[in-house]
């Protein structure tokens, strides 16, 4: 967007900088030949170069036709419109002799009947830098760098260019963003819900010795063998972790750690739906880790799918954080965190409906699908049920 006449005035104030400086007259860019003409040119030139190589954060101005030496209220005199440079032919001129094309554009903007100020504005380009010549032009040498320091254009020590380096590779960073999720979360508040399912069963009576040696696939589950498997299954918590690329670079060979941490003590079982409870993985004094195999990358825009459930059992905590530390070959590690208040819902599980679910919770799926309609299905009916009249 061009400058307006005031704010040309109000850059006038701060004094020339890193993106500021000021020409009383226009280079001497036009009607030049030869060797002076190209040093006349080589200007124009090593100042474009200068403030596209300044450590600056914002944009930087060249204003031509701006007397230092007067008063600020009388500093901006203009140049006649004649003086004034096409934009085209500028960038053209520039472009061809450096190693990469610099971001500017050059226009005008009356400040009298007669004159106008002209304007040179280099856009930040902080992740393209260096820019440096192609060949020798005008007194400046090929490969060399310079930038601007203050009011001054300065040759780059090796320091310098390494410092463009690193603040290049600092700002091109992929973004991430990070949620973490879980079927068990009350809707609307910070709490997960832990099914506690139970079913009033009559005492069974005794089976035969040789039926008790027997596996329960081979003989037929009990009632309450059904009702323990069906408690264990819906007493989970589970969080997903999804991870999202927000930026225009791709993120490379993403791994994900889960930590789960509570109360002072407390502790949880690590739980693997797919190997139905396999209890091998024993009993885990907080936090324990869960790691991930890495994921070659992601790219702009996409959401990471290879980060899935991961599975506890409270044992006796009434608080967890839930922390994701996320890692990628061009990424600093970033931390995720989540705190959650845990909930005991209560579930009467009818007798005749043991078989029936036991038979429908046979995938993790199923499972966890079952544990969030659960939960929201009754705080649901419980809001609907305290807001109805009797």
Not at 89 to 102: C, H
Not at 115 to 132: A, G, K, M, S, T
Not at 210 to 222: D, K, V
Request: charged residues 25%.
């Amino acid at each position: 967007m061009a400058l307006t006449l005031e704010q040309i005035r109000e850059l006038v104030l701060e004094g020339e900088s890193n993106r500021l400086d000021f020409k009383r007259e226009q280079y001497h860019f036009i009607g030049q030949s030869g060797q002076a003409g190209d040093k006349e040119k080589a200007k124009l030139l090593k100042d474009v170069l200068a403030f596209a190589n300044a450590f600056r954060k914002n944009s930087a101005f060249i204003l031509v036709g701006v007397d230092e030496s007067l008063p600020h209220d009388q500093s901006v005199i203009g140049i006649p419109v004649q003086d004034i440079l096409n934009d085209a032919i500028v960038q053209q001129f520039v472009n061809s002799k450096t190693n990469k094309p610099i971001p500017f554009r050059s226009y005008s903007v009356p400040c009298s009947n007669v004159n106008v100020i002209q304007i040179i504005e280099i856009d930040l380009c902080v992740d393209d830098r260096p820019f440096y010549l192609k060949k020798d032009f005008g007194g400046i040498a090929a490969n060399e760098v310079w930038f601007r320091s203050g009011s001054s254009n300065t040759k780059a020590t090796p320091d310098d260019i390494y410092r463009m380096g690193a603040d290049q590779n600092k700002r091109s960073r992929p973004v991430l963003e990070c949620e973490i999720e879980s079927p068990n979360l009350i809707v609307g508040t910070n709490r997960l819900g832990i099914v506690k399912a139970t079913a009033h069963l009559p005492p069974e009576p005794a089976l035969p010795a040789r039926s008790l040696a027997l596996p329960s696939f081979r003989r037929g589950p009990t009632d309450h063998e059904l009702m323990s498997c069906l408690a264990e299954e819906l007493s989970v918590v589970s969080f997903f972790v999804r991870i999202r690329n927000q930026s225009n670079l791709t993120a490379e060979k993403i791994l994900a750690e889960i930590f789960i941490s509570g109360e002072e003590g407390k502790q949880y079982k690590t739980v693997d739906l797919a190997d139905d409870f396999d209890d091998s993985l024993g009993i885990r004094v907080n936090p324990f880790r869960l790691k991930e195999p890495p994921r070659s990358f992601l790219r702009p825009g996409e959401e990471s799918t290879d980060f899935d459930a991961k599975t506890i059992r409270i044992l006796n905590a009434k608080s967890i954080d839930v922390k994701v530390r996320v890692f990628a070959d061009n990424l600093e590690p970033i931390v995720f965190s989540r705190h959650f208040e845990l909930e005991v819902i209560p579930r009467d599980i009818p007798k005749d409906s043991l078989p029936k679910l036991n038979h429908a919770l046979s995938s993790p799926k199923a499972i966890l699908e079952a544990i969030s309609l659960i939960i929201n299905g009754d705080q649901k009916q419980t809001a609907s049920n305290k807001g109805t009249t009797p």
